[in-house]
């Protein structure tokens, strides 16, 4: 029997679950006004009016090198999850992303009689195939973002349901570009720079939401970014920081590049997103959001030697960017590991903006994403998934 008003725990171990359990918390209190909210997660999640039992900002890590340094706060935030869900025991324990963590957060919860529903399916699919017997034991319901996730799930006979990615229909900037590049002091840059002879390109820089990409990725950018300057002297950069990065954290690889013409943008702000000529990104959801807008990029990934060359055994996609992974092919360039070099994101940003018939090409594919995604609201459907469930407990 549930209690009213319901009990609901959410766990998100990153910047993206904690903005994705956010959204999807708000349209459940419209379903259910007075649904009550416990759980792990950020600041999103706090506004949201979830009462945060653990704030999981420090342990958003990848790679298994840099999860072990993290080991020790990992392993305390999940007993006291596991605890808080055996001892409260919510009416429904939601599961956001955060795989491994939120595998033996629902298997715990399981045992002690919680309904699990877990979101934003694991990448079967990359790698693991055979863990989707694993998940259907300890879940009673995946909600998956993609639709071609489901017939991994149906195959083993796991309860799933397409519910749409949460950024579909959600990625639109709140003014026109010539609005934006007035607003953020940006309107003498080019409309289309290669069709203005590149005069004042505007290059977005996103260097992740991780202290670890931080750390191990943002020298790298910003490196990327003083030899595009020198090549276009004119160029604006936008460097957008995530809400769950310090402003410490930036201003002190900003200390190093003095002289680049750039512009802290702070959070998820699509309007001065869609400003950008071109983009340097870290892998991740932010691509996606940089794919939806139509924007050529450049993605970069780099873990510590150990992660890399464990994940290169295990996963069995041949890209990482999901605007690749969607497309079936690479339509966006890719620089791992050893490859990602200022010379080569540089050269690559620089083919982008003086090759406008390259730009364009890729500028087409990346938009066909937005057409395979659709234009549902994923967090909507996801809630009311989730009051149905909540209604059959």
Same mark, same amino acid.
């Given at each position: ?46 506004? !949201?009016?979830? @009462? ?5 900002? /420090?342990?958003?890590?990848? /790679? ?7 080991? &020790? ?13 055996? #001892? ?12 491994? $963590?939120? *595998? ?23 790698? +693991? ?16 973002? *993609?639709? *071609?996730?489901?017939? *991994?799930? %149906? ?23 010539? @609005? ?14 290669? =069709? =203005? ?14 202290? =670890?990409?931080?750390? +191990? ?5 910003? #490196? ?10 004119? !160029?604006?950069?936008?460097? $957008? ?17 003095? &002289? ?11 309007? !001065? ?10 892998? &991740?959801?932010?691509?996606? %959001? ?28 041949? $890209? ?14 890719? $620089? ?11 050269? %690559? ?10 730009? %364009? ?33």
């Amino acid at each position: 029997m549930v209690r009213s008003p319901p009990l609901v725990m959410i766990s998100a171990g990153e910047a993206s679950g904690d903005q994705h359990a956010a959204a999807l918390f708000r349209e459940l209190q419209k379903l259910m006004p007075g649904v009550e909210g416990i759980g792990m997660g950020g600041s999103a999640m706090r506004e !949201a009016g979830i @009462e945060l039992c653990f704030d999981s900002s /420090g342990i958003g890590v990848i /790679g298994l090198a840099e999860i072990a340094r993290h080991y &020790g706060e990992i392993r305390g935030a999940l007993k006291l999850m596991q605890k808080t869900a055996c #001892e409260r025991k919510p009416d429904l324990l939601i599961c956001v992303d955060y795989k491994e $963590f939120n *595998f033996r957060l629902a298997k715990a919860a399981k045992a002690c009689g919680v309904k699990v529903l877990f979101y934003v399916s694991p990448q079967v699919w990359a790698w +693991r195939p055979g863990r989707v017997k694993s998940y259907g034991r300890i879940i009673d319901h995946m909600a998956v973002i *993609f639709p *071609f996730e489901l017939p *991994f799930y %149906e195959a083993y006979g796991v309860p799933a349901t397409y519910v749409g990615h949460p950024l579909a229909g959600k990625v639109k900037p709140s003014m026109s570009r010539s @609005e934006a590049l007035k607003k953020y002091g940006l309107t003498d840059s080019s409309a289309n720079a290669q =069709n =203005n002879g590149g005069s004042r390109p505007v290059i977005g820089l996103l260097p992740g939401s991780r202290a =670890n990409e931080i750390k +191990r990725l943002m020298p790298v950018i910003l #490196e990327s970014a003083r030899r595009l300057s020198l090549e276009f002297p004119a !160029a604006r950069f936008l460097l $957008f920081q995530a809400a769950s990065v310090e402003d410490a954290a930036i201003s002190a690889k900003l200390a190093g590049v003095a &002289g680049l013409d750039l512009q802290v943008i702070r959070g998820q702000d699509y309007d !001065a997103l869609q400003c950008c000529d071109t983009v340097i990104t870290v892998s &991740g959801t932010a691509t996606l %959001e940089i794919a939806l807008l139509g924007i050529p990029m450049v993605i970069v990934y780099r873990l510590a030697p150990l992660s890399y060359w464990l994940g290169r055994l295990l996963v069995k996609v041949p $890209f990482i960017g999901l605007p690749n992974i969607l497309a079936g092919k690479g339509i966006v360039r890719e $620089f791992i590991q050893h490859e990602a070099t200022p010379a080569n994101i540089a050269g %690559e940003i620089a083919r982008i903006l003086q090759d406008s018939i390259y730009s %364009e090409s890729q500028r087409q594919a990346l938009l066909t994403i937005r057409d395979k995604l659709g234009d549902r609201n994923g967090s909507a459907v996801l809630a009311r998934l989730a009051a149905d469930m909540l209604a059959t407990s």
